[in-house]
Every structure is written in structure tokens, then in C-alpha cells.
């Protein structure tokens, strides 16, 4: 038998370091979670990982058991990351910050692609390279 869920918490925490403080024990707390637990488990999942915020799906079950599902890093840290962007354009549309190639695109696409919705890495260039313009940036 399958168990039974109670919640499902999405949160973003820096990779090697999650807390009991919030949001991570807020989040989780009021579910009954052991926050230690998770936090440990959490930190040795990701601690190759340092310096990158990481996506994660908490799924929580009635017996205040828990699982969780890692993600890829945002779309938007990737690309700042690899061109060593500050941030994005405070302005979309009109303000251009930066420029990004096609090639480094194509690598965010390939880190990316278990976590999107894209068929092929085609679609998936697609996809990155929408958000980088959205951040100001120039494609070519």
C-alpha cells in the first residue's frame, strides 16, 4: 500500500547548507517534521553542490516520514554563472547587460533538460535562451 501523503513543500536552499531556521524549519515544522533529518540528509545530498541554490520537492506523508526530490539549479543562476553576471536587467526589454552565446546556451540546456519541459535539447536551447533575454542579455 501506498503511503499516504500529507503535503508537498517546494523550497530553494543553498546546496550543503539547510538549517532548522527558516524557511526550511517554518516549511517543514509545522508538518512535523524531524528538520534535522531532513537537514542532514539535505546537506549530503547537495554538498557537491556548494554555491549553488537547489531547488527542492519535499514530499511529506501522515507518519511525519519524508521524501525529497532535488532540481536543477534556476535558469537564471546558471546563465549569471557562466558569464559571470551580477544580475539581470532590471528593465526587460529595454536595458541590455550582457551578451551570451549560443554555445553556452546549449550547456545550461544540457544541465537543464531533466527539469523542463522540452522533447529534445532543441527546445530546451529555446527555453534558456528566452530566459537569458528576459535578463537583459543579448543571444548570439
Not at 508538518?31 to 557537491?48: E, P, R, S
Not at 559571470?84 to 536595458?95: D, F, I, M, V
Amino acid at each position: 500500500m501506498a503511503k499516504e501523503i500529507k503535503a508537498q513543500v517546494k523550497l530553494q536552499i543553498p546546496a550543503g547548507a539547510a538549517t532548522p531556521a527558516p524557511p526550511v524549519g517554518s516549511a517543514l515544522g509545522q508538518h512535523g517534521v524531524n528538520i534535522m533529518d531532513f537537514c542532514k540528509q539535505f546537506n549530503a545530498k547537495t554538498a557537491d553542490k556548494k554555491g549553488q541554490t537547489i531547488p527542492v520537492i519535499i514530499t511529506i506523508y501522515k507518519d511525519k516520514k519524508f521524501d525529497f526530490e532535488i532540481k536543477t539549479p534556476p535558469t537564471s543562476e546558471l546563465i549569471k554563472k557562466k558569464i559571470n553576471l551580477a544580475k539581470g536587467a532590471s528593465k526587460t526589454g529595454s536595458e541590455k547587460v550582457g551578451k551570451i552565446s549560443w554555445k553556452d546556451i546549449e550547456e545550461i540546456a544540457k544541465i537543464k533538460l531533466p527539469d523542463l519541459n522540452a522533447v529534445d535539447i532543441e527546445q530546451a536551447k529555446k527555453t534558456i535562451a528566452g530566459s537569458a533575454r528576459s535578463m537583459g542579455l543579448e543571444v548570439f
